[in-house]
């Protein structure tokens, strides 16, 4: 009797065990399931903010490069302002003085050098103007006088526009033979009076750069 009872006992034991070790694989699966997939949620968060903050390091990268940049602008710029005002305190040493032979309005080939270089110059000033002015001697009359100087005058704008120097920033004046004064057959004088003047002038001060 009492050995039969501890077979039942045991018996039963071997089941109620088997059936605990057949539903644990279950829960167990459950579980890895689960931790796996929070795992798999942490590692995406992980990457998410990695690139994140690797793109917030580019945007600053590009934003520090973008200083620099407008710093090195700001301070070429800084550098032509200084060079132009540099400039522009000794355009009173600028001018030019064309000289033409009798009757004849076209811009010598010697002038030409240092009208395109003054030109250039004068191109690079917006704040700079050229008035040129032609004469001529006493021969002729006044009213021929009047249009060669302004011929002269204009060949001499046409050299200067094709060295940079916009029409609009060039005044051309004619003044005939009304401001010769060499003598009556003086021909060295009429020499010089035969010429175009170049003059630099400067808007802001109302001075008028002159090379005499």
């Known amino acids: 009797m009492t050995t039969m009872t501890s077979k039942l006992r045991l018996s039963a034991l071997g089941l109620s065990v088997a059936g605990c ?9 459950a579980a890895g399931a689960w931790l796996g997939d929070r795992y798999h949620r942490q590692q995406a968060n992980a990457a998410t903010l990695t690139a994140d903050l690797d793109h917030s390091e580019a945007q600053r990268a590009q934003l ?15 550098a ?27 811009v010598a080939v010697q002038a030409m050098g240092p009208l395109l270089k003054l030109g250039a110059l ?17 021969r002729g009359s006044p009213a021929y006088n009047e249009q060669l100087s302004r011929r002269r005058a204009a060949s001499v704008a046409a050299v200067l526009t094709a060295a940079g120097v916009p029409q609009e920033r060039i005044l051309i004046e004619a003044h005939g033979n009304a401001q010769a004064s060499a003598a009556d057959g003086d ?26």
């Open 21 to 29: 070790l057949t539903g644990l694989p279950a829960h167990a699966g």
């Open 64 to 78: 520090t490069a973008q200083v620099t940049q407008l710093d090195d602008s700001l301070a070429q710029t800084r």
């Open 80 to 106: 032509r302002d200084e060079k132009l005002g540099a400039t522009l305190q000794q355009a009173d040493q600028l001018g030019l003085d064309v000289s033409f032979r009798t009757d004849d309005d076209g």
């Open 122 to 138: 004068v191109a690079s000033l917006p704040q700079a103007q050229l008035r040129v002015a032609g004469y001529a001697d006493p």
């Open 187 to 212: 021909l060295d004088a009429y020499a010089l009076e035969r010429r175009v003047t170049v003059r630099v002038e400067l808007p802001v001060s109302g001075q008028v750069a002159r090379r005499d």
